[in-house]
């Protein structure tokens, strides 16, 4: 048996093992491929879980070196959707039964903005009786106002890591208070005390980043015993400080090829958590999502942001569906899905099966 194949038969990979894995040719590449998906089908089945993504609001109090929206980005217009409008996009969501929707937005820690999620968490659940389940990525909170969004029904928080190397998070962020490694690793454990299912993930093909990093983010989500995961390639945005260095980075094409590996090799680590097929991937390549799932996810988010606000929603460039409507785009992604060999989980509520054991249920 050659060395691949020995690397992943083992019980549980190394970093030394990650490292190789994460360096393979194409052809080895393979193999991880083929277990991927195996173990896909074993623990998870064929089912591909629906999250309406709600971009709420593009308004940002922090400044990340990478992002599009960061407060220090004059170029696009700032907007909060309306009430009115992130329940229409809810009972889209709900009356199609996707089950969950995801409302996202830049970070904000003021008074009127912890209201106003409190106060559409609350319609949200009146609406759909309590059936749609609602996932925020609203970025570092205090233990107060996750419990507030908690009780008020969330049921799932995403807060990526961004990157686990400390070093590397100093140099991707600017280097004060409120962009703190450390704070951020302590809200996604108040999150986990809260009593969230929590979801992390990380950027792949960032400048400065290395191969023993990624392995570093694997090892990461593995001790943090995470619920669910979202991933993908970084794609440089040419109003942001990091744009100076896009001559360093991977090629567009291995950047996809690396965030397709890391998905397959978490699905190998981390059996039954939730891995999201992300927008990011779709961007560098038209089928990016599917090929995720194909290698091991099981979470796609179908764009339900009215198409007038997607012009300032630009995390990064060239990011797709910017002229698709809710409906043409879930026509497009059930087609996709069918393509990629999956089906819906329409109606169910499609929780990580890591987190009901980790809850004993
Ligand atoms: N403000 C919240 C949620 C919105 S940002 C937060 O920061 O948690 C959501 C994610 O977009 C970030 O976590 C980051 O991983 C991703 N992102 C931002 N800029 C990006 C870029 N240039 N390329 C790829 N992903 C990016
Ligand atoms: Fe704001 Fe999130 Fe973008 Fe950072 S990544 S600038 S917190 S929207």
């Given at each position: 048996m050659d060395e691949i194949d020995d690397i992943l038969n083992k019980e549980s990979f190394s970093k030394e093992d990650l490292v190789r894995l994460l360096s393979t040719n194409e052809e080895e590449s393979r193999k991880i491929y083929e277990k991927s998906k195996a173990v896909k089908a074993e623990q998870i089945g064929r089912k591909v879980y629906f999250r309406g993504l709600i971009e709420?609001?593009?308004?940002?109090?922090?400044?990340?070196?990478?992002?599009?929206?960061?407060?220090?980005?004059?170029r696009y217009i700032r907007y909060q959707m309306p009430d009115e409008e992130v329940l229409e996009a809810a009972k889209y969501a709900y009356d199609n039964k996707f089950a969950s929707i995801v409302i996202q937005s830049g970070e904000r820690n003021d008074r009127k903005f912890i209201d106003s999620i409190e106060k559409l968490l609350k319609e949200i659940h009146r609406m759909s009786d309590g059936k749609l389940h609602v996932t925020l990525s609203l970025g570092e909170q205090t233990e107060k106002t996750y419990q507030r969004w908690f009780t008020a029904g969330a049921h799932r928080y995403l807060l990526r890591i961004e990157v686990s190397n400390p070093v590397l998070y100093s140099k991707l962020h600017p280097n004060d208070k409120h962009h703190d490694y450390y704070e951020r690793l302590e809200a996604l454990r108040r999150l986990r005390k809260v009593g969230y299912q929590v979801g992390t993930g990380v950027m792949i093909?960032?400048?400065?980043?290395t191969i023993p990093d990624l392995a570093d983010d694997l090892i990461f989500f593995r001790d943090f015993d995470i619920d669910m995961a979202g991933m993908g390639p970084y794609i440089e945005h040419q109003d942001t400080p990091l744009y100076q260095f896009r001559n360093e980075l991977l090629p567009l094409h291995d950047r996809f090829l690396l965030s397709l590996k890391m998905v397959a090799l978490l699905r190998i680590m981390m059996k039954d958590i939730n891995i999201a097929a992300t927008t990011a991937m779709q961007t560098i390549d038209p089928q990016g999502r599917e090929k995720a799932l194909l290698v091991g996810a099981n979470v796609i988010m179908p764009n339900l942001t009215p198409v007038k606000y997607r012009q300032n929603y630009?995390?990064?460039?060239?990011?797709?569906?910017?002229?698709?409507?809710a409906e043409e785009c879930n026509s497009c992604l059930e087609a996709r899905i069918a393509m990629a060999g999956d089906e819906i989980g329409y109606g169910e509520w499609g929780d990580s099966r890591h987190y009901k054991k980790r809850m004993g249920s």
């Open positions: 709420y609001s593009n308004y940002c109090s922090k400044n990340c070196l990478y992002c599009g929206i960061r407060a220090g980005n004059s093909g960032l400048p400065f980043q630009l995390l990064y460039e060239n990011k797709p569906c910017l002229d698709e409507n």
